[in-house]
């Protein structure tokens, strides 16, 4: 007979899996929950697994946990949390899916459960990426109208939220949804975006697997070849480094297909070769599939149309048994479809040349639309069409093209208006024609200009343009300027900068670039990497970089420019450097920083320089970094301004009373650690004044310019808790019309005062935790870092140590916050400061009510000397105030019935008013819980209240 796991309630449940979380495997543990019938405390643990195993880069095994927590989440309809959480695995089921490569058959099913539940909570951010995914996913299971639906659908709503955060979470999408189009120029800039948040993103963040193999591509339409192997060089290196072995075996795959495309066989060959070994050892259909076309391009390239027709109806063969859906978004595949039939070879499996066409031609992309009609027309011509439907044909695909931005596909559809016009005896037009093509292919006609139009060449023109391309569109100085302008607006002066690096390295088609700073213009040995394109950490400490880092010094000792050529032949087991060049760049009238690039792979990089070029590139990129960087010195001196006399919330300022010796040497202790920047815990029972102490701690230390923001653990909802440190996103969530930044974005530079820490949630303590060490964090529905320098001090009336005993309270977060602890007495413990506080708030409250006449007895001063004030300081102001209004003459009436009180046999002997017996059975419990408020078996669930009603119960009987 089966046994039953034992019937413990759910916080019974929650305290076991802390206790065995070390002990036990926690899939056992999640299994042994969910059949006790503890589903949603089985998904928190699982989530949590996920989470942890991302961190440790295992995709494979957190895929799988997302999709057993999805799978059991949906189990929970009407849960609030539980759809929460279904949407964030979901959106991280998604990208591993697609890093992965595997998962897409449930991918849809999940994504669209998704996209109604975000549409209930009203969680506007999520709702628009679910759009995006789908998009994604659509686009990639060959249902291209679906996909561009859904893409528009998410642009629009992320247009309409319009913040950076969501912006840089869809931007690899848009970048799709441009791609997909043929609209290369639009893709380029969301793509690079993308590209820059992969790039710098953190160990287990997830983002868009797609964005590097899109920029790639889109940068090799727009003939920014340089920029593109660049790119997926990096890219590659950086995953391979980082053991991401599916997407670098795919990186590898789209860097081999680039190299062919822009026909460096060798290069191409060797990466296309080890690309395919290092798949088949990893199982990677997908990535041999994609290996499979360079490889018959090369084949192609080389005039063995039979051997490239081999590979690609074998390749068509394997993808159809590994399920891969075959895509339409490669020109050459369409052109060697071509040359198959107009060799009289078979079709491929599946596809005709006509069958190719008609797709193409459906599919709502200008691009491949553009290549398909050039096809055509030229099929028309080989069998004789009318002149008017060719020229038609290509007219159009002339226009298309253009639009798309690809330079190379353009150039082929001009060339072949040429050799028509040619053919027709209108060499004029011929020729007119084949200069324009020449043009338009820029610095790289010399490569990829058929011999067979070299005769409609102006060779005097020709020669001239190959030696002087900065006449080209690509290649002017006025180009560059434009290039430059692009700094503008920006948010940071290391923006100005990484601005300053993107420009250069596109204007003078370098694959890698990075701007060197040099602090206070002083020469160092290693300066420091302030904005960097396709160059990495590790790219630095690699062994052939030591010869580029002497030539940056050399450039900024001498303040010279420096081209260098190595003329090596490429290696690409290594990453020989076969030119380089550094500019030394001036701000404020003094050399501050060296802008580098280089190139491996393709040598003619910085041909085109002269000396008047580089000494006006030089003068126009140290005005524009310099003229940037007044104008944000000027914008950060208004800001602090601002925060200074604006936006600073300023400490209680009440005074501390006090003539004890405990307290004399608790302040001096305190007053040594305020000038520190360590986190200072602040103990004590209710009423002592830790907000008071707090307040001093800021006022001493050297933040006492900045914000003092105050948070109060108590007055908050847990519902709001995370909101309101932490800020949201606009549509984080139903109300959330706008964005907001939290209370630690707040203190950014002051000081962080959280008010009874031991209230925190423990999933809110988790997060704290890592903002405190990392000084980072996210707002809620946003994926953005934001980072902020602030001084954290905590408050509590708890015993935290028995908190982490009773695993009510982080241990991590409480050793954190214990570095300098200070234990605050209660008023009992000094009653020598008594007559003084009660002098002071004589005095205060007396001009308050207009009661200056009142005095107190020494009868009556006795008295409170011995009460034992269980409310502290804070109690004694109230019974003072009370005592002040309700006083009948002029000496100060004193009502402390629980002091005056005999033991007695019931509660009641003294016929207490409603609020007084309210306020008495309150402290019982609080008595009973040591304090304790919130959470199980604290005094709000023994009442049968929320805390934050106990809270201000507390307030209105001036208990606190």
Known sequence: MESKPPDFSKEQWKFLAVLMEDHVDPIVL???????????????????????????????????????????????????????????????????????????????????????????????????????????????????????????????????LGDKDILDQSAGFLGLFYFMQGLFKEARGHLERAVGIYGEREKGQL???????????????????????????????????????????????????????????????????????????NNNALAIYLAQGPLALMWMNAGHAKKAHEILSRSFYDGADSGIVRQF???????????????????????????????????????????????????????????????????????????????????????????????????????????????????YADDFFPDDLRILLDHENHENHKKHWLDTPQGSFERFIELTETMFPVQSRDEILSRAVVATNRFFGAERGGLFWFAGGKITK??????????????????????????????????????????????????????????????????????YHDNSYLEDCFDFLNDSTMKKIVGHVSRQVGRLWEYHQIKEERNDLIEKYITNEKPDEKVLIYKSRIMSDLLLQLDKASRSDSTILIMGETGVGKELFAGRVHSKSLRRDKAFIVVDATTIPEGLMESELFGHEKGAFTGADRQKKGRLELAHRGTLFIDEIGELPISIQAK?????????????????????????????????????????????LYYRLNVIPFQIPPLRDRPEDIPLLIEHFLNRLGRKYLRQDLYIDAETEALLKQYNWPGNVRELENIIERAVLLSTDDRLQIDLPLVTLKPADHPFVDTPCLDTLEKRYIKYILDKTKGRIGGPGGAADILGLKRSTLYARMKKLKMR
């Not at 591509?217 to 003939?223: A, F």
């Not at 002149?387 to 044909?393: A, E, F, H, R, S």
Request: overall charge positive.
């Open 526 to 595: 290693n300066p420091e990497l302030r904005a960097r394109c396709n160059l990495t950490e590790s790219d630095m400490l690699a062994d052939n970089f030591s010869h580029s880092h002497a030539l940056i010094l050399k450039s900024f000792t001498k303040n010279r420019i420096i081209i260098e050529r190595s003329g090596l032949s490429h290696e690409p087991r290594g990453r020989p450097l076969r030119s380089i060049l550094c500019l030394p760049v001036e701000v404020r009238g003094k050399t501050r920083a060296v802008i």
């Open 329 to 443: 978004a490669s020109p050459w595949i369409l052109e060697m479809i071509y040359e198959f039939e107009r060799l009289g070879l078979k079709p491929l499996p599946g596809i005709s040349f006509d069958q190719a066409m008609k797709r193409a031609m459906e599919e709502n992309n200008i691009h491949l639309y553009g290549v398909a009609l050039r096809l055509q027309a030229r099929k028309k011509i080989s069998e004789n069409k009318s002149k008017g439907t060719i020229d038609k044909d290509l007219e159009k695909s002339h226009e298309y093209l253009e639009q798309s931005g690809d330079i190379i596909q353009l150039s082929k559809t001009i060339m072949e208006m040429a050799r028509l016009e040619f053919s027709r005896g209108n060499r004029k037009r011929a020729e007119s024609l084949a200069q324009k093509a020449w043009r338009v292919m820029g610095g």
């Open 768 to 812: 704290l935790l890592r903002a405190i060490q990392e000084h980072s964090f996210f707002r809620v529905g946003g994926t953005r870092m934001h980072h902020s320098d602030f001084r954290l001090i905590a408050a509590t009336n708890r015993e935290l140590a028995k908190e982490v005993a009773a695993k009510r309270f982080r241990e991590d």
């Open 30 to 160: 999640i299994q042994i929950m969910e059949k006790a019938g503890h589903l949603k405390e089985a998904c928190k643990l699982e989530i949590k697994l996920a989470e942890n195993t991302l961190k440790k880069e295992k995709n494979e095994q957190a895929w799988r946990y997302y999709k057993n927590t999805a799978d059991r989440l949906l189990k929970i309809p009407d849960d609030r949390d539980c759809k929460t959480w279904f949407l964030t695995s979901i959106i991280n089921f998604s990208n591993l899916s697609f890093i992965l490569g595997k998962g897409m058959k449930y991918l849809s099913e999940y994504l669209n459960k998704a996209h109604e539940i975000s549409k209930s909570l009203g969680d506007q951010r999520t709702h628009a990426l679910i759009n995006l995914h789908l998009g994604r996913l659509f686009y990639f299971s060959d249902r291209r109208q679906d996909a561009l639906v859904a893409l528009s659908l998410g642009l629009n709503e992320v247009e309409e």
């Open 207 to 281: 983002t868009n697997p797609l964005a590097p193999v899109l920029h790639g591509y889109c940068l090799t339409y727009l003939g920014e070849f340089h920029r593109a192997i660049g790119s997926l060089d990096c890219h590659w290196r950086d995953a391979r480094q980082k053991s991401d072995l599916t997407m670098s075996i795919t990186l590898r795959v789209i860097l081999g297909t680039v190299l062919t495309l822009i026909k460096k066989e060798k290069e191409a060959a060797y990466h296309l070769k080890e690309a395919v070994k290092e798949a088949a050892d």
